[in-house]
Nanobody, 124 residues
């Protein structure tokens, strides 16, 4: 079992930055690929970014490529999502997810554990 707790969400103006954190506890953190997904009101949950356990392979949705950066610190059992140049369309609840021995998939069905989510609101 893995518990995931996101933090760092909030309200920011367009063009601003936020850094989300996801702290993991339970099983060995480095055994998991980690992903970030988001869900806007009335929409499906979408892939944002993922990182493999070793941290040298990262994957991004086209909509965030060049603006968001995913990283992980296995010593701290934490994955981060640095979000720059935020746009109003980035407004959503952001979820952290863990995929045991995963490859960094963009499919939410591949992930075994999920956090409770953190709200990000970008004002225009």
């Amino acid at each position: 079992q893995v518990q995931l707790v996101e933090s760092g969400g909030g309200l920011v103006q367009a063009g601003g930055s936020l850094r989300l954190s996801c702290a993991a506890s339970g099983r060995t953190f480095r055994d998991y690929a980690m992903g970030w997904f988001r869900q806007a009101p009335g929409k499906e949950r979408d892939f944002v970014a993922a990182i493999r356990w070793i941290g040298d392979n990262t994957y991004y949705a086209d909509s965030v490529k060049g603006r968001f950066t995913i990283s992980r610190d296995n010593a701290k059992n934490t994955v981060y999502l640095q979000m720059n140049s935020l746009k109003p369309e980035d407004t959503a609840v952001y979820y952290c997810a863990a995929d045991y021995w995963g490859s960094g998939s963009n499919r939410d069905s591949e992930y075994d554990y999920w956090g409770q989510g953190t709200q990000v609101t970008v004002s225009s």
